[in-house]
């Protein structure tokens, strides 16, 4: 063969990092370290003596933990590897994720958080001396309200369900201030609302109600205000639903809910096409929040840190968390949490990383920014949409002919009732293109539903590659489907069987239980599993 | 209606921004402008003006100039000579743990399969199997979002174990802390406080205390002020003899020397790990990790995500999936174990890669090092008139001081002007210090000087 070079195929043949990597442990060579440590000083030697020593006995760990022991640069290959056997949105047409709005996270916000001014700072320093941490948490504040169109903002939420829990345990402190505390034990959702916000209100000790979509997919308003009755302490809706459906009566919800004393919570986990265009004070929410690595182009670090805005009425201010940020004669001051105040809900000012990747992308972006990136995602969306109804074997349930906000939950019934491929295997193969493809939360109400959501942040060119690829495995499941079934084939590693991973007999949660269950090989220091157990 | 798009903006961030592209995409769905998406949008829900925000810094360089700007105003723990703690420390990160967390394959990456995100998985795994060693325990969890949490949704854990609602913590909490998981249990738990005696647990008022409407026994080690808590097996006999179980909350960085709690009873061990190779970030970078036994009883009472290890088609081939997976909000929305969500996996990562290179050795000199300079610390600061110490317990990193002359306000206030932070103001006579592998002997030694000039200047004003 010589040159030309045949024109590239769509998709891609792709193959993923596959280093047969070792589990860690396996490194191990005795007497190998990774990092030195900085002695014990003698003027402390000679004050305190030999102070492991001097323990009481049983205080001293009888054995030293079973670590490995490896040299620095094989501990990082090791995981360098590992971090290549990752497929990160910064390699990837990452629009696979439905509900979890995977942006693109500017590398200069990453730079920034960097200095040393943000990550060497300790939360009870001289206020004096963090002025520029807690201006940060400030102006974002003011922006988050801006955006949402709400009075006050706390960023102390360390999450996006973290931050349901906070707009709840909110709703539950209010309603105890006002008497209602045990009269208002019930909460509403609707099915296509993120599963956080019936799961956090169950915690707060709430019994869930859940309201199922009409006949087109919109949230069944009958439905809704035959469920609510002064036993209703709050709705948590997602909005538009994880189906990407706007709810165009969303005012007539939260008006039925104050109808009966109960409070709004608005899930803005799905905001990202809806920035500039309209806000929750707009639809007379009393609480929302927005998860900062979703909308606000925060990464997503492998499932977390995460970092949520709570935004309320200025009649919810007096609940929200502490400690909150207070602008007084030009100087920042931090005020601990009043006496109606729901508390800390996590170790001081919430996700500084995060507050300022949000802020830095806002700033960078503006009014203009934001309502492009929202207008765009929703163009990408519904530009998706239509590309992928063209995929015989897949359809977009609901609201039929209806334009679609920034996400669609999709179904492959057709293809699935036509050969028997689902699609958790569809997405096993997308893989095998290089693509991240998921199905959707349980439970799927949606058959062989999967979600995509394909943000302001990729090009029409990677929206019709992941596509192509999309038609390419459909194709498949007709023409080849042992191929599809068999997949991986490009991947890691290969098919991964499942049963032990429910068998508790079997499974293997650490390298020392699969060791001690499958070879027989016990710990010095093992605690038999059920000695001291109680609840039996 | 206009487009409200101008034509001509065009951001780094947002491609199909060009005129052409974006015509070509609307003609494809049939729509005359972006508006069309938003007909479920009622008119007088819209916001017909622009967001009222500051103009853009759209160019990168103008960006960092802003942003560093405003940060610029900190003087970070590396200006000053810092000897705070509560929760969040100054300990080094080693450079490897910050090049592996800063790789954007795992940075960008959230919620892929086991197949293209195999190394997420195993970096986890990896990371629930060091820790367990750490702690001699066979189950940790993927990380929750902090200590805080991971202690709360222990005690709620138990609660759900045995079906009971009295709760009895031993140890002085955080108050922070405390203040999160009270709230964060109150519909299901009561906690009640048994005031410590000598910084640690009263034992005879705990045997008092239990009865069989005890779901758990909780228990700090370190404490808030740094003491451990070196009758834990007692406690424990105690408290399972009433049925109830054992929760500890804990800092594992003592443990290649300290003996973990799992050997002295302890059924559920949770606690934060920012102490394994994360900065200090203002107390915005916690993970929190929940420990049990093997037993499917407390492992099906998890919230958390467990990554377990699999066999695959290919022998030799590690594979890796979700064990349990129906215990969870993903698969039983309100039916399962409280809530799973985006927590805290990069820290996992890092602390992985912390125990990787540490290993046993690591730990060890580093616990003794800890140990030893908190005592050191001790030994100095008691040595001067007018400070003695909080109690006579075992601690380990944090103690606490009492002044007598001078409020800890004030001897705060007069160290800062030094550069010093010589600890978090507890009350008006107390003061909490912390030492870290970062706090050598000479700055303990400039600690003290300089708190033994404000004790003399106080007796001599007197």
Redesign the interface.
């Known amino acids: 063969m010589s040159l030309p070079i045949a024109p590239k195929t769509s998709p891609r043949r792709f193959h ?1 990092a596959s280093w ?2 070792p ?3 396996e490194l ?1 060579t005795p007497g ?4 030195a ?5 003698p ?3 000679d ?2 003596g030999d ?2 020593a001097d ?2 006995k ?5 054995e ?7 040299a ?1 640069m094989r ?2 290959k ?15 047409v ?1 629009i696979g ?1 439905g509900t ?1 709005t ?5 590398k ?1 916000n ?3 958080i960097e ?12 206020p004096a ?5 807690l ?2 948490i400030w ?1 974002l504040e003011r ?1 988050m309200a ?2 949402s ?1 709400m009075d006050a903002v706390s960023l102390a939420s ?5 931050g ?2 906070t707009n709840i ?1 909110m709703i539950r402190a209010y309603h105890e201030s006002r008497g209602e505390g045990e009269q208002r034990d019930e909460v509403i959702t609707t099915i296509f609302s993120h ?2 916000n ?8 709430y019994k ?1 109600v ?1 309201v199922y979509p009409d006949a087109d997919g919109y949230p069944d308003l009958g439905a809704l205000k035959a469920a609510l009755s002064e036993r209703t302490a709050a709705i948590m809706v997602t909005n538009p639903e994880d189906t990407g ?4 009566a ?2 007539e919800w939260v008006d039925a809910a104050h109808e009966v004393g109960a409070l709004a919570s608005y899930d803005q986990a799905n905001a990202a096409g ?6 929750a004070r ?2 007379g929410f009393d609480v929302c929040q927005f ?1 900062l ?1 979703k909308t606000f ?1 925060a ?8 970092a949520a805005a709570n935004a309320v009425s200025a009649a919810l201010e007096p609940f929200l968390p502490g400690p909150r940020v207070q602008q007084v004669d030009g100087r920042f001051v931090v005020r601990e ?1 009043g006496e109606l105040s ?15 990747r949000a ?2 992308w ?12 929202s ?2 995602a ?6 998706l ?3 992928v109804l063209e995929i015989p074997g897949a359809s977009a349930p609901y609201a039929t002919g ?4 920034e996400q669609v939950r999709y179904s492959w019934q057709e293809l699935f009732e036509e050969t028997g491929i689902s699609s958790e295997e569809i ?2 193969r997308m ?1 095998d293109y ?3 493809y ?1 199905t959707s ?3 799927y109400i949606v058959p062989q539903p999967f979600t995509l959501e394909p943000t ?5 060119a990677e929206l019709d590659e992941y596509v192509a690829a999309l038609a390419q495995v459909a194709r498949e499941a007709r023409e080849d489907p042992e191929l599809v079934r068999t997949a ?1 084939h490009n ?8 049963d ?3 068998d ?1 007999e079997r ?8 060791q ?2 499958h070879f027989g090989v016990v ?1 010095a ?3 038999d ?2 000695a ?4 039996s | 209606m206009k487009d ?3 034509e001509a ?1 065009v ?1 780094p ?5 060009a005129p052409a ?2 015509q ?3 003609d ?2 049939g ?1 005359e402008s ?1 508006e ?7 008119e ?4 017909r003006r ?9 160019a ?1 360089q103008d ?2 100039r ?3 700007g ?9 200006e ?1 000579l ?1 000897f ?1 703690g ?3 420390y ?1 300990h ?1 990160v ?1 450079a ?1 743990v910050d ?2 967390i ?19 998985f ?5 990371y ?3 820790m ?3 702690l ?5 969890n ?2 929750t ?5 991971a202690a709360a949704t222990g005690l ?1 854990m ?1 609660g759900r ?2 079906g009971r609602r009295r709760v009895l913590a031993l140890s002085d909490v955080l108050p ?2 405390l ?2 998981v ?3 249990v109150r ?2 738990l009561d906690i009640e406080h048994i005031a410590t005696t000598g910084g640690v647990a009263d034992v005879d008022a705990l045997a008092a205390a239990l009865d069989d409407g005890v779901a758990a026994v909780w228990v700090e080690t370190p404490s808030f002020t740094g003491a ?1 808590e ?1 009758q834990l ?1 007692e406690i ?1 006999d105690a ?2 003899a009433a ?4 929760v500890v909350g804990t800092d594992p960085v003592g ?6 709690p ?6 559920i061990v949770t606690g ?1 790990i920012q102490s394994l190779g994360l ?9 929190g990790f929940i420990a049990v ?7 099906m009472e998890l919230p958390s ?10 022998p ?11 215990r969870t ?6 039916e ?1 174990k ?10 996992g ?1 890092a602390a ?2 912390y ?15 800890l ?3 908190t ?2 610390a001790q ?2 600061l008691a040595s001067i008139p007018g400070i003695r110490l909080g109690d006579d317990a ?1 601690h380990l990193r944090e103690f606490t001081i009492c002044l007598d002359g001078i409020s800890a306000g004030d001897a705060v206030s007069a160290l ?1 002007r030094e550069g010093i ?1 010589p600890g ?1 103001v507890v009350d008006e006579s107390t003061l909490l210090v912390c030492v870290t ?1 970062t706090t ?2 000479t700055d303990i030694d400039r600690l003290a000087d300089a708190l033994a000039a404000v004790a003399t200047s106080k007796e001599e004003s007197k």
């Open positions: 993923q047969d990597e589990i860690v442990f191990s190998e370290r990774g990092i440590i900085t002695p014990v000083e003027a402390v030697r004050a305190v102070i492991v323990l009481p049983h205080m001293r760990r009888p030293p933990p079973a670590l490995p022991e490896i620095q501990v990082l090791h995981y360098l590897r590992l971090s290549q056997e990752n497929l990160g949105s910064d390699l990837n990452d994720q979890c995977i942006k693109y996270s500017p200069i990453d730079q920034l200095v040393p001014q943000l990550r060497s700072i300790h939360p009870a320093q001289d001396d963090t002025q520029g941490a201006e940060m102006r922006l801006e955006i169109g360390p999450g996006g369900s973290a349901i829990w345990a599963p956080s019936a799961a956090a209100a169950k915690v707060a000790g869930i859940t459906i706007y709810n165009p969303i005012k809806i920035l500039g265009i309209t806000r707009d639809a998860n690595h182009a990464p997503h670090g492998s499932g977390g840190p995460g949490p729901i508390g800390h809900v996590a170790p001081a000012h919430g996700v500084i990383l995060h507050v300022v802020y830095a806002i700033m960078s972006l503006g009014a203009e920014g934001m309502l492009t990136a207008q765009i929703v163009l990408n969306n519904n530009y949409l239509k590309r209806r334009r679609r906000i997405g096993i893989a290089g693509f991240h998921w939360h349980h439970p302001e942040c990729y090009s029409k991986p991947q890691t590693v290969h098919h991964t069987h499942h032990d991973l429910d508790p499974w293997a949660i650490t390298w020392r239980a699969y001690r269950k710990r220091d093992a605690v599993a059920l001291g157990a109680a609840a | 409200a798009v101008t903006f951001h961030y947002i491609p199909n921004t592209v974006k070509a995409m609307l494809a769905v729509a972006v069309d998406f938003y007909a479920d949008v009622p007088d829900l819209r916001l622009p967001l009222n925000v500051p103009a853009p810094l759209p990168e960006l960092a802003h942003v560093k405003i940060l610029a105003a900190n003087r970070s723990t590396e000053r810092s705070l509560a929760g969040t100054n080094y080693p490897v090049e592996v800063r790789r954007s394959e795992f940075l960008t990456a959230y919620a892929g399969e086991p197949y293209e995100d195999h190394g997420r195993q970096a986890l795994f990896e629930q199997s060091l367990a060693e750490l001699a325990m066979d189950v940790v993927v990380p979002y902090d200590g805080y949490q709620a138990a174990l045995t922070e802390k203040s999160k009270i709230d964060y519909a299901n451990v070196t097996s424990a408290a399972h049925g109830a179980v054992v443990y290649g020397v300290l003996t973990p799992a050997l002295q009873g302890a059924d934060d900065h200090q970030w203002f107390g915005g970078a916690h993970a036994h093997d037993d499917p009883r407390f492992v995500r467990l990554f377990g290890l699999e066999s695959t088609t290919v030799g081939e590690y594979g890796f999936g979700d064990v349990a997976y129906e909000s993903f698969a039983q929305r309100e399962g409280e809530w799973v969500g985006t927590a805290a996996a990069l820290w990562i992985g890669v125990l990787s290179l540490m290993g046993p050795e690591g730990m060890r000199e580093h616990g003794e090092l140990l030893a300079r005592r050191y030994h100095r075992l800062r932070e978090v592998d050598s002997a």
